[in-house]
């Protein structure tokens, strides 16, 4: 069974950097898309970037800013997402999710709960 659990969100002031975590289990990844996504506060959810889980190679929304920063480290089965220069507006709950397409895919069949973010000005 494929399990998503992320960490690391909380309470943070603007210019702060975070890094977020995602811990899989349950499955080989090895052929796996691992993407970030978001859900500001009364908006839709968001894609933030992704991670072909094999190779390293990642792709990111043309609307996000190069402040998100996509990586995994293989032995321990875990993605993350490092969020420099944080902004209000980067308020949102924070969810990674797992699929068996290309990292350009948008269709995940697996997510995890979501672990809030909220940054104060």
């Known amino acids: 069974q494929v399990q998503l659990n992320e960490s690391g969100g909380g309470l943070v002031q603007a210019g702060d950097s975070l890094r977020l975590s995602c811990k899989l289990s349950?499955?080989?990844?090895?052929?796996?898309?691992l993407g970030w996504f978001r859900r500001p506060p009364g908006k839709e959810r968001e894609f933030v970037g992704s991670i072909r889980w094999i190779d390293g190679v990642t792709y990111y929304s043309d609307s996000i800013e190069g402040r998100f920063t996509v990586s995994r480290i293989n032995r321990v089965s875990t993605l993350y997402l490092l969020i420099d220069n944080l902004k209000p507006e980067d308020t949102a709950v924070y969810y990674c999710?797992?699929?068996?397409?290309?990292?350009?895919?948008?269709?995940?069949?697996?997510w995890g709960q979501g672990t809030q973010v909220t940054v104060s000005s």
């Open positions: 349950g499955h080989s990844f090895h052929q796996y898309s």
């Open positions: 999710a797992a699929s068996v397409n290309d990292i350009t895919s948008l269709d995940y069949a697996y």
